[in-house]
């Protein structure tokens, strides 16, 4: 038995991912968590920076939205939406989170309809910046449950561009040569991406979990790997952190 939820792991796991002096992008809810726990352990200068306009805030608690007056204290700058996006075009953003209804084996997101396009069963928000910031951030980090549902073959929507379909087709569509997937934290593992070929694979299994359950809830093929890590549980003051000043109202983690 653990004295962890499986979002407290994945924020914990998130946040050793961003290293101090490192830019990030973020919206709110688990990232925004992975961020501030971040600031407050291994990473104070981490730079963070908000859809809105927020720039390098110090988080005094969690926002609500990504134009909260929050993502603007103690800030360097609280500019506007086309700033943070151009930003991202100059080459200026190292990271980004997302997440979405859907993920396929190239990290390619759906977050705008399940089913057909003029008729779904369900529609979401859309892309909001996350197009942008796939498109032009460095390396793409994504959050998100791990079941079949999500991790398809075939997505719905391509709304946000991960590699799309394999070597050179980012380049061929005009993105910049370097910027593309890096990892997927899930609630089952640590995925991240075949050098050859693009395509997901696993890089480090949660606790209790095996090769064969993350395979079985994955609704494509994962890239084969010599070895696996093992995830290292959050520590102790990852958790103090996260329940007594990033989230002490369980908002992300529900505590």
């Known amino acids: 038995m653990t004295d962890y939820t499986a979002m407290e792991l994945m924020i914990c796991v998130a946040a050793r991912l961003l290293e101090d002096g490192a830019t990030v992008g973020v919206g ?6 992975a961020a501030m726990l971040a600031q407050r352990t291994h990473a104070p200068q981490l730079y963070i920076a908000f859809q809105a306009g927020g720039l390098a805030p110090r988080l005094p608690s969690m926002p609500i939205s990504v134009g909260d007056s929050r993502t603007a204290w103690q800030a360097l700058s609280a500019t506007s939406m086309s700033d943070v996006l151009e930003s991202c075009q100059r080459g200026m953003m190292d990271y980004t989170f997302l997440g979405g209804a859907q993920i396929d084996a190239y990290g390619n997101l759906n977050s705008t309809v399940i089913g057909p396009y003029a008729r779904p069963r369900v529609r979401f928000p859309g892309s909001g910046g996350a ?7 460095w390396r793409i980090m994504v959050m998100m449950q791990h079941d079949r549902r999500r991790f398809v073959e075939q997505l719905d929507f391509l709304t946000t561009p991960g590699y799309l379909t394999g070597p050179g087709a980012r380049e061929h569509a005009g993105l910049p040569a370097g ?4 990892k997927v934290i899930t609630d089952l593992a640590v995925l991240g991406y075949d050098a050859d070929t693009l395509r997901m694979q696993v890089e480090s299994l949660h606790p209790g979990v095996t090769l064969q359950q993350v395979q079985e809830h994955t609704g494509f093929e994962l890239s084969p790997v010599d070895r ?6 959050p520590r102790a003051e990852e958790l103090r952190l996260l329940r007594q000043e990033v989230d002490p109202y369980g908002y992300v983690i529900g505590r």
């Open 28 to 33: 709110t809810g688990a990232p925004c968590a």
């Open 179 to 182: 910027t593309g997937p890096y």
């Open 228 to 233: 696996t890590e093992a995830t290292t549980p």
């Open 131 to 137: 197009n942008d910031f796939a498109s032009f951030c």
